[in-house]
């Protein structure tokens, strides 16, 4: 992730000097030149061509091989070739990250001090083997801390600090790594140990996580941030709480977090139901000793009272404080939104309601103004809920502020939305089937409803456009956002819902017979796969066995039109639990799922 140049500040650049500007006069002819009586590199892209002002804002110095970086080398070299090849990828990538983002000396000296740490030290309960996979998962966070995910887990408070440190500052969250994982405990600022499970669970057990999948490195950074948190400020009682995490079986409800308050005997469990504005607060200055109350922002129906963070009141003030962080090197600023409102829903994974979605915290990285202003943002759910102009997608400061909104108002600006749409002439079908889904997200209909106003509205929008088309005036944009947008929402309809809207897109010509089958085919696999985990795990229900059940005879009346060679082909698929070919939308996005929570 690029940090922009407007966000360099005097912390991380001191003023330019006369040997800096001499520096740069020398290196122009060849890119490259070094301070004197230094080992260090100052800069080492070609800057022909390029305007000073961007390229040298100061006498700015990237260590080539400071005394830290010649350490880490040496025991780099010690692993075996493999391994020793990965870390040394990492460490350039890291390097070339340091110098776009500008770390200073000391952080990068820092950083592969606490790396080395991770390597040559002993722990009190991690293998040889853990011990270095965290080092490896550490230094691939550090070269590109977008990569971290919460996994499966109500973490993304904690996960957003994560990200942000490890962008800003990643000697220190490496140092919080390196504590709970070499101690088994980290101290509070009082000197209070807290006891933390190194154990790694769920796909915190795999050595290279994928995408939407939490590395053991993630998961001890969160438990042990987490656990700074709700210890922070209890006076006597400190060192209490303890929060843990335990193995959960996917496609459960149980996600395996708890918090247990030992100051009652017996000890008593509940359910940790995530962290407030207050809590990421205390977080991000417990992890990086910065008190930054304008951290956070969220939106608020009215100012005054106490009020953690930056509250805003309108879509104008969201974007006066998201340009304010930039121009004060602030960014990423932590924003709290609801992960069922538009657009957002359409980059969260398949939740086990369906989709309804909840609160949720992202990094909002980068915003430009223009028209529309847009913003770059980081999730910690998976690489494709990030929205990044590298990428092409970028959000606009209007969808931002809309997936910040209590699901009601989201629903009253939708309305208003559409309003404006149809007195100027330009209905907007995508738009309407947000409001549908939001509609449901607040309660308002039900999942029957919910499918039969996308097959309406799909009905309807089918025939305008047939009618513009033959006039010759078709918004080819508007039918394609909205084809998109339903075919999302089909995506997150519960089974036997989605298995009926899935031969409507057919029908009307939306998917071919080849992506329906798929279709059926990863469906059938994903519930089956959820019906045994769910049962195995003792959280089966005879009203989720009957949904399965009406699921299954609307998949089995569907494939039994098929022809006998087409047929034979899904039945092996289906015994195989997995598709033949996942390069289908419906397969694809399954496939997605499985793999974020596969073990």
């Not at 500008?102 to 991690?126: D, H, K, M, N």
């Not at 409803?449 to 456009?465: I, P, V």
């Not at 009957?546 to 009346?557: K, N, P, T």
């Not at 098929?562 to 034979?568: G, I, K």
Request: overall charge neutral; some cysteine; hydrophobic content about 35%.
């Amino acid at each position: 992730m690029t940090l922009p140049i407007e966000q360099l500040t005097p912390a991380r650049a001191s003023l330019r000097d006369e040997i800096s500007e001499r520096l740069y006069q020398d290196a122009r002819p060849t890119g490259r030149f070094d301070a004197p009586g230094s080992n260090n590199l100052v800069f080492e892209p070609p800057l022909q061509g390029f305007p000073k002002s961007d390229l040298l804002l100061a006498r700015y110095e990237v260590p080539v091989a400071p005394r830290e970086k010649a350490s880490l080398i040496n025991s780099v070299n010690k692993l075996d070739a493999e391994r020793r090849e990965r870390f040394q990828n990492r460490i350039e990538a890291f390097e070339t990250r340091a110098r776009t983002e500008r770390l200073s000396p000391s952080q990068i000296e820092a950083t592969y001090g606490q790396i080395r740490r991770l390597i040559e030290s002993r722990s009190v309960s991690l293998s040889e083997e853990q011990r270095l996979n965290i080092a490896e998962q550490v230094m691939s966070s550090a070269a590109d801390p977008t990569t971290i995910d919460q996994g499966v887990h109500d973490t993304c408070g904690a996960a957003v600090i994560e990200v942000r440190t490890y962008m800003r500052h990643p000697e220190k969250a490496i140092k919080l790594v390196a504590d709970a994982a070499l101690n088994g405990e980290v101290l509070t600022r009082n000197r209070i140990a807290l006891p933390i499970d190194t154990t790694p669970h769920d796909t915190s057990k795999l050595d290279v996580p994928k995408s939407g999948q939490r590395s053991h490195a993630s998961e001890l950074f969160q438990v042990a941030a987490i656990n700074l948190v709700l210890n922070d400020g209890l006076g006597a009682k400190e060192g209490s709480l303890a929060y843990r995490q335990n193995d959960r079986r996917p496609e459960t409800i149980n996600l395996g977090e708890i918090v247990v308050d030992f100051s009652v005997h017996p000890p008593r469990e509940k359910k940790f139901d995530g962290l407030y504005v207050s809590d990421v607060l205390r977080m991000n200055k417990l992890v990086t000793g910065e008190d930054e109350p304008d951290l956070v922002l969220w939106k608020t129906a009215t100012r005054g009272g106490r009020q953690f963070g930056t509250p805003f009141t309108n879509e104008t003030e969201m974007e006066r404080a998201l340009l304010e962080a930039k121009r004060n090197g602030k960014l990423p600023a932590v924003m709290y939104v609801y992960s069922g409102n538009d657009p957002l829903w359409q980059d969260a994974p398949n939740n086990n309601d369906g989709g309804r979605g909840d609160g949720h915290y992202i990094n909002v990285t980068n915003i430009t103004p223009g028209k529309p202003p847009t913003v770059e943002i980081d999730s910690t759910w998976w690489r494709r809920a990030d929205h990044l102009k590298s990428t092409g997608k970028s959000m606009k400061v209007s969808d931002l502020y809309a997936s910040s909104l209590p699901p009601k108002e989201a629903e009253s600006l939708l309305r208003e939305q559409i309003a404006a749409d149809v007195k100027a002439g330009k209905p907007d079908a995508a738009r309407q089937i947000a409001l549908a889904r939001q509609e449901w997200v607040n309660g308002k209909i039900d999942t029957g409803g919910l499918e039969s106003s996308l097959r309406e509205l799909l009905l309807y929008a089918d025939m305008r456009w047939q009618a513009d088309r033959k006039a010759g005036k078709l918004d080819a944009q508007e039918q394609s956002r909205a084809l998109s947008k339903v075919m999302e929402a089909v995506d997150r309809l519960p089974y036997a819902n989605k298995v009926r809207m899935l031969e409507t897109l057919k029908n009307k010509g939306v998917i071919d017979d080849r992506e329906y089958v798929s279709a059926l085919v990863a469906t059938s696999n994903e519930m089956n796969e959820q019906r045994i985990m769910m049962t195995f795990a003792g959280e089966h229900d005879p009203q989720a066995e009957l949904g399965f059940r009406r699921a299954q005879d609307e998949i089995s009346r569907r494939l039994d039109t098929l022809t006998p060679e087409v047929r034979r082909a899904v039945d092996e698929q289906l015994r195989k639990g997995q598709n033949a070919d996942n390069t289908g939308f419906y397969a694809s996005r399954a496939k997605e799922r499985r793999d974020r929570r596969k073990l």
